[in-house]
């Protein structure tokens, strides 16, 4: 077996140290957090400080921070229509949502499919901005979801303009930012999101845990998915998964310090990345590069490749790919957020996804291009790049 290079980042991130040794730690911890006693009162300590970090990634209050089971048990969570604002109790009436959101917002939550509106994104994945002005107008009891980066090309939404248009039609504002988190800066109130949504798997926690954070303790939620025994403020009850949110605390508090600079040694990598991939082959496209991205996330593809193949071809030289965004069944899937763009049918199954993390060395990136010229070299003698 070859060393491998992960370059699945976007799928999940290797734990980080600190949360190594948080969940280490945690998992001497014998006490359930809503106990009374003093085991029960350590295991709620860990908690709450972990709380405190989380929120304090994105400049948010411990008290508006929610853990959950996952960013989609989080999205699931945001996208119901019973969200109360003070003394509006009212519910939202409609979701709006962008074409290239994560399927777990794509799945409309709590919404039925009648009341969900797509805004179509333009051709380099940008949320269009003048249609969602004309959809979000239409009510004033609109929800909206946006993400602040797409998993798969990661193009920046206009999140700050997008929340200045939500608002001045009275609309509820919910930003899935688990892929932006750590990379770029996510304060919820520089954004103007009522709602974000976050992983810990992501920022170098453990999967299986999540958060919804509000903006601030007016905003409620009537109808929580899983009731019970009033956890999580009654809004997911559950005993809670200490460990995971021991490590993902801090996680949150390791992206906190150093996100800003592991993003700018990653877009050193990723510019080193793109500009080898076209040195090799000049017609491979990088989808999204017209507008601002992530410093971490190159989509490209190159006619006649197939992104099944190229993804094993990388693989069997020790490099881990994706064909976009990773999902249950390990099928490739035509990607909905390239077709939104208006992606080619040919290249649109052409495409691979690379994305780096805070591991991740120049000599992986120099790996990774000598194994793009091999397979580049096999395509352009219509070879599939992998040997027989
Ligand atoms: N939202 C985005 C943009 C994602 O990329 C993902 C995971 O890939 C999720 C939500 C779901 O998060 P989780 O894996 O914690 O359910």
């Known amino acids: 077996m070859p060393e491998r290079s992960y370059f699945d980042w976007n799928a999940t991130a290797p734990l980080r140290l600190e949360a190594r040794r948080a969940f280490e730690e945690a998992l001497s911890l014998p006490g359930n957090p809503s106990s009374v006693h003093a085991e029960g009162r350590a295991a709620r300590r860990v908690i709450e400080s972990a709380r405190q970090e989380v929120a304090a990634l994105l400049g948010a209050k411990a008290s508006d921070v929610f853990f959950t089971s996952s960013g989609t048990e989080a999205n699931m969570l945001a996208l119901s229509p019973a969200w109360e604002i003070g003394a509006d109790k009212g519910p939202r009436d409609r979701l709006l949502m962008s074409a290239v959101e994560h399927i777990s917002v794509r799945s409309g939550g709590r919404f039925p499919k009648e009341k969900i509106t797509d805004i179509p994104v333009d051709a380099a994945g940008r949320v269009d901005l003048a249609a969602l002005a004309e959809a979000v107008a239409k009510s004033e009891r609109s929800l909206v979801s946006l993400m602040l980066a797409n998993n798969e090309t990661g193009v920046i939404q206009p999140i700050v303009e997008a929340a200045a248009i939500v608002h001045a039609a009275g609309g509820l504002f919910h930003v899935d930012a688990v892929q932006a988190a750590g990379r770029i800066p996510c304060e919820m109130e520089a954004l103007g999101a009522d709602l974000v949504t976050l992983s810990a798997h992501k920022i170098g926690g453990l999967k299986g845990v999540g958060a919804l954070i509000r903006a601030d303790d007016d905003i409620h939620l009537a109808d929580p998915l899983i009731r019970g025994g009033g956890q999580e403020r009654g809004l997911r009850a559950g005993t809670e998964n200490v460990l995971g949110i021991a490590a993902f605390g801090a996680a949150a508090a390791a992206a906190r310090q150093l996100g800003q600079a592991e993003a700018a040694r990653m877009l050193a990598l990723r510019n080193r990345l793109e500009t080898g991939l ?34 094993i071809a990388f693989d069997l030289e020790g490099i881990a790919v994706s064909s976009g965004a990773a999902c249950s069944s390990g099928k490739v899937q035509p990607s909905h957020v390239l077709a939104a763009m208006g992606v080619s049918p040919g290249l649109l199954r052409g495409a691979v996804r690379v994305s780096l993390g805070w591991e991740t060395t120049e000599t992986e990136v120099e790996a990774l291009l000598s194994a793009w010229r091999k397979l580049a070299t096999a395509l352009s003698k219509g070879q599939s790049g992998i040997a027989a």
Do not use: D, Q
């Open 278 to 311: 076209r040195a090799i082959a000049p017609a491979t496209v990088i989808f999204g590069a017209a507008a601002e991205r992530l410093p971490n996330t190159t989509l490209f593809a190159l006619e006649g490749m197939k992104a099944e193949t190229a993804v």
